[in-house]
């Protein structure tokens, strides 16, 4: 079981942080001020960020540093789970770095979905301007009217009509579909409400500009918008989709949901790692230069054990991290279910739990637009029930125990 | 040791939630929804916020239900702080409420020091028109390059110059500064840097157009300006304040700081109290309607316990808040300091843990602008370092404790 | 909402403080250490341990301070719940002193069985020799097979026989049926598996040494047996008890059981705060005493925050405490009932983290026979399901809470 | 990085498990009960127990499963850390499987000072019956009047007298001094109290019987003598020893004392793991066997809740013991130190916190002499203090990790 850095990855990780350093994060804080500058809003991009962004991924293009997400693939680098889990966690630490490198969510599991799953038609219509970084795609699963963290909830309609599928409803949370460069939405909608609970549900793939496809609202996390890249509230009425656009074929909602989500849980939790690897930083930077009561901070009260068990937390659950990316490599997706359960619960916890503690370290800094740490705190915060709640994954891993115990435990 | 509703406080409690309810509540949405349509920007009030909340105010006043904190005085109603705590409670609620009865931070801990101390053209130029709700006030304590947690660090200076002082540096979270009708600030500064630590620094009243004072930016909180009211960051470069500008005399800031603080964290924590009894509503209604798996949420996991611990926690914490109000009646400031500290430390933490739990309940709603919840996080989170970070009330508690055993603790 | 120490409570306090301070604390040692000395075993009193606790009762007697817990009754001195509280955390201080003033459970609760319950013929046989002090009792309720946190699996049998009922199963965990004065024992047994679910159980007293009644083996909670008082594990073989020492009638064993938990509990909560008082009080002797790295360790790392959090926990808790008996005195015990349970979660816990810490101050001595930290760790770890399991009290609340929002939450 | 069970050491922890299972386990409560009947006291074993441990260590020397805990060496297995710590946590969920293999504490501690910093004579002496089981051994380094946790306190004093050092103090909680097959104690004092902080200890190796040294009293865990094992209190006076049995020489007790505990500490937390894997099985099979309000214990509550956060605390502290472990293998003691500080003090948290929960799931079972989880706890929560403090372990961490910020934090 060698959860180490690998020798193919150690340059990786190397040229990623170095090109991190020397060439995104200079430029992150003037991307940032350019939203709400476009005329059309702030979900336009504006000139200004277009070409920090491609100026940037042609680079990294340049340098081969490039859909590394690509894991036990021919294609790209053919990393292993564990080798990109490293170079995730190095690219949590930015906030634009993931998208520079082509390995940014929810992109990176819809190519995935394409891939495993597409035509020939999906691939060659969506999936290579996506590895080519050239549309950006969105992943509509939540919905406002009914508790998705059990996905058999999932109502919104798509009925057969001819050789369409006419679909109604909302969808909320779509991540990414603010982008103007966001050109495919993946849908997960109810087929035939008759059938058994797992066949209940297709996957439809369709353009954003479909007619009858609607920008309602974007949502807000604590006031945040995340423009341009969004969480946006759609509405679908009588939208049609080609029945050629339904993924694997009717019923086989779950199965497509279920491949998805394995490794971009994952990677999630190693950009969680890195976020709290990055507050920690700037907690025990303040700790040593800021003064109280005639000592740096970190000689006062409880900082020594606040700093330490930050560390001990940090170490701990990057190991469990690496360990069910190590299952998803050798004993496959079924295997590491309760893995990925397990650290989709400890990752996002332990990282908002130290990001508090270098917010608190800072005092009102902390949670102001100064430091990156208050819009950390809030994307991490997201990251409790986005692809499914703490509580769910709790269930999953308590059932997986009982298992063993039991037969027929519900 | 009575902690219970008093006669004279209930149909006082009784009539502020029933104005709530009937005319505060349903406006709330407008309000907010007006922020930033004033082409002056985000800290321009538009007529209609005018008109809403001066409408408020006038049925405030004409229903006695107005400056309830004048705890103590033979103004108002000489509430003890036991009731008014109840009432703040109230008031945690709503956002409007506390400036609708001439109860908000921070003005009514500015009224204190103008009650308190101030002379009697000090009195005439501000406590009247604050006290009739006319104009607004801010307090500046807090400094960008020092540790403010330790207030003798206070080093914006005042020298003096004939029959001014002149002040230089800069003040930050300058909460309420933002509010156009906001026209009193009163500023620490340091105007002996060589006197005994806590005769170092002085009081100073003066007009927010005063020349020289400028506001440089809003802060934010987790990505909220709080707009209009806001917390500002202001920069002094020779600003110059009239000699008799001083509140009781040279060297006498720390006094009056103290003075200051017992009764206004007393109000935060209450209303901290009532934004959890709010959350743990709003997490009951969410829990008893909403379903997965067949059951509603209720029944699901762990929520019966969270339920549970949430209501005790509410109410240890109640009770030890207003037994700090006791104490703050019964034996003064002085005493009440270490209970001060007490609940500064507890209400916010356990507020934070409830508003956190019933955001969770709620999926992405929760942290959306479609429930009030996020939007008591962010200002919660900030009441865990604003009047003194948890650490330094902790200090103070164990100081306090360890006297008991040993005289000379540092 | 009086929850002060009243006039009344306030010297019978300091009587206790004095009669433990002067005559009870400087026994105890005596009185553990005579344990075992008796050729009889563990289980037997010696002359010495006679000599010392029926000595300290006569001074108890004769200067009387005696039955305080007969609230509200006129026997005795009539305190409310309230005033009790204050004088049972005292009690808590002190291993013997319960017994002293013969405030000892379970003899208290079983007694308030007999005097609300019991006929005029129980009263005369067993409760005047129990306020006298003469004798001592035991309850018992739990089995060993089933889950009796849920009393209505309750499964020792009593069935009819003539004017008798035969009693067949076992009990354990009854404390104080070591003890060799222990002459009532109260038995829950189930009369008619057929009746309604709350109707199926009635309630016996019974001598000790009724045939066929045995003690199969001490219970030990970490390795300590509580001798003499002990917590035993009883079997019932063809046990005849006659139809009239049965209380209040067949199938009203539940309605008897609940009448006599609530006060118990608050007993108990009241008696693990004073433990924790004890607790930080031995805590903070340490922490200004010991020196580490050139310092006391109140200096050192976390201690301070340490200290900080038990005062508040203390402080908070005893507040909820002191309301719960309030709401017995004032609301009657239906209406306390979801505050009971709230105490009963919130106390034990407070005091287990409390005296959990005490113990870390004091390294190995903290777990060892050298202070009493040890004996209070394990006593309070078994109030976290004596009387019923904190998730049975968190259930209760919760239920209570959501009560307001739904009619039918099971 | 090869967390993973290596081939060489699978077949030995299969080996292990079958002989636990299939001998040492059946035989563990007759071993217990034994305890006490020697005329001699507790601290004498039986010919029964004799028997018994001598029997079960031929079969495991028969089998080869011996002396596991030499890794990196010539003799034995020449196991790796790492390898060693997975036998290690099947060894911690027996009480008599360590002795068993003769891998256990402070046995193989002693035995790595004698091979590492021993004499020829030394090793001759004492090393070589360790090896074979033949005697045990113990080592003094706490002391009742100073704080050991800082080990530059240590205060018995050893004066030079010709060819002797004369020893006069106290040392406590000196584990396996009270087993009458101990019969070498190794003794850290103070020889020069002028010499520069960490050159003033020496460390010594004496006999059991050695004149001047006098067991006073076993120290109680808890209520628990741990019999005939035993935790003591022992009394030094004028206790002579040759300076040929001084370990390296004078002034080098530290360097001692240091290469002693880096992988005993990572043995007890592998132990610990073993224990809470142990805690678990038992809280599931209770959970699904165990019945109340109509269902089985597991689907009540929070005990899936419960259940999943045991399971994901073990693995996330397993691997980082194991990391802890490699670090020691490829890094060296100094490097791996702050990792060992890390799973000191997150393994016994853990493991205390599971078995906490299985204690609770059995109710009143979970505290008594049914089940070994009382035992477990009494046991694991020494390890909190054993070995340095959580508080020691985490300032270690901290200063290791700001070191990387700032040249002279203290």
């Not at 049609?240 to 199965?255: A, K």
């Not at 740096?296 to 190991?319: K, M």
Request: with cysteine; net charge neutral.
């Amino acid at each position: 079981m060698d959860l180490g850095i690998s020798d193919r990855a150690a340059p990786l990780i190397a040229a990623i942080k170095d090109m991190i350093a020397a060439q995104i994060a200079p430029v992150e804080a003037e991307f940032a001020a350019e939203v709400g500058k476009h005329p059309d809003g702030r979900f336009a991009l504006t000139d200004r960020q277009i070409a920090i962004m491609e100026g940037l991924k042609q680079t990294a293009r340049d340098r081969g540093l490039w859909n590394f997400w690509l894991t036990g693939s021919d294609a790209g680098y053919g990393l292993t789970t564990v080798e990109y889990a490293y170079l995730a966690e190095e690219m949590g630490k930015s906030t634009l770095a993931a998208e520079v490198f082509n390995c940014n969510a929810p992109d990176t599991g819809n190519m995935e979905v394409l891939e495993r799953y597409g035509s020939a038609a999906h691939k060659e219509r969506w999936l290579k301007p996506s590895l080519a970084g050239k549309i950006r795609s969105a992943y509509a699963m939540t919905e406002p009217d009914v508790a998705s963290s059990d996905a058999t909830n999932i109502a919104l309609q798509a009925m057969r009509d001819g050789d369409d599928y006419v679909l109604n409803g909302e969808k909320w949370w779509i991540s990414g579909a603010g982008d103007p460069r966001c050109k495919l939405v993946i849908v997960m909608a109810q087929t035939d409400p008759e059938a058994a609970k797992h066949q209940r549900h297709s996957m439809f793939l369709m353009d954003m500009d479909t007619p009858g496809l609607r920008i309602l609202r974007p949502m807000q996390v604590f006031g945040h918008d995340d423009a341009p890249h969004g969480h946006m509230h759609l509405e679908f009425k009588d939208v049609r989709v080609p029945t050629d656009q339904m993924v694997l074929g009717q019923g086989r909602g779950f199965e497509v949901a279920q491949g998805r989500l394995g490794p971009g849980r994952i990677h999630h939790c190693m950009r969680a790692i890195g976020q709290a690897e990055r507050a920690l930083e700037l907690l025990c930077e303040r700790a040593v230069t800021r003064r109280a009561f005639g000592k740096p901070l970190a000689e006062l009260g409880a900082n020594f054990d606040i700093i330490a068990d930050a560390r001990i937390q940090i170490e701990a659950t990057r190991l469990l991290c690496l360990k069910a990316a190590w299952m998803m490599d050798t004993a496959g997706t079924r295997a590491a279910q309760p893995w990925i359960s397990m650290i989709k619960v400890a990752a996002p916890l332990m990282a908002l739990r130290v990001v508090d503690e270098a917010m608190q370290m800072h005092g009102g800094m902390g949670v102001s637009q100064d430091t990156p740490l208050a819009w950390m705190w809030t994307q991490l915060r997201t990251l409790r029930f986005a692809d499914g709640p703490d509580a769910v994954h709790r269930r999953q891993v308590a059932r997986a125990e009982l298992k063993k115990y039991v037969k027929d435990t519900k």
